[in-house]
């Protein structure tokens, strides 16, 4: 569980950093590029807030701006969902070890019970097929196949809405690029190209959804790989723990 923590706090801390190189870099282009125009130039340049660059947008703001907040709120689930303590429960596992080793099963599928999560629900599942009487390990195997799946599906179904989020917000966004330059030479073609302020209006729509849907998207596709990476690990221990607890149940099942 430290590792894990120590890998999600190594992980978050180089995305911060590649950010802030990322940031650096445009900063620095912004910074050479505005000391080639002359200061006259500079002071008839209107700057332009958030909300105004927002409006420039157009159209493709709107979901972009869903995406960005559906992303942001399934990362935040991830990392509260995707965790060992919540998925394996150990605490409770340890009580079931126990109550297996008694091979008290009523107690067993109690403790299971009142201590919901995945791991659990597939001990459970397996312990429900449990015949002390006539001990065979090939029931309860199947109802551990059958738990395991559908109980692990589940946290990664929410894991891949992420990459949805990651692998649309681009395209939304060169949507968006292309609306604009359509609009761009729609107002060619009916003013010529005299109309520089108009032109530019749509140019800007262009490229404000371009850069839009790829803030939203490299964030996305980012915790992507790093959820989909720890659930993995975490999937491996819980297939181990379940077969250490069913080792238990039929080393007591035998010993009877």
Known sequence: MNTVNKQSSSASTAFLVLIILLLGTVSVAAQDTVAVIDTDQVSTIPNKSLIDMYKTGGWAMYPLTFFSIAGFGLIIYNFMAVQPKVMLNTEALIQVDKA????????????????????????????????????????????????????????????????????????????????????????????????????????????????SGMIVGIPAMFFFFFFKNRYGKITSRVARVVGDLEFTLSKAAMRK
């Not at 995945?118 to 199947?142: C, F, M, S, V, W």
């Not at 894991?159 to 609306?179: E, K, R």
Request: proline residues 4%.
């Open 100 to 211: 297996l080793e008694q091979l008290d099963i009523d107690s067993a599928l109690n403790i299971c019970a009142e201590n919901q999560a995945p791991t659990t629900n597939i001990i459970a599942a397996g312990l429900k097929r449990a015949d002390l009487n006539n001990y065979q390990q090939t029931p309860i195997k199947e109802a551990i196949e059958e738990a395991s799946s559908e109980e692990l599906a589940g946290p990664y179904v929410l894991i891949n809405y992420l990459s949805v989020v990651g692998s649309l917000s681009p395209m939304v966004g060169l949507l968006g690029t292309v609306s604009g330059m359509v609009k761009a030479f729609n107002a060619i073609e009916a003013e010529g190209a005299g109309s520089a302020q108009l032109l530019a209006g749509n140019i800007s729509e262009a490229l404000i959804t371009t850069a």
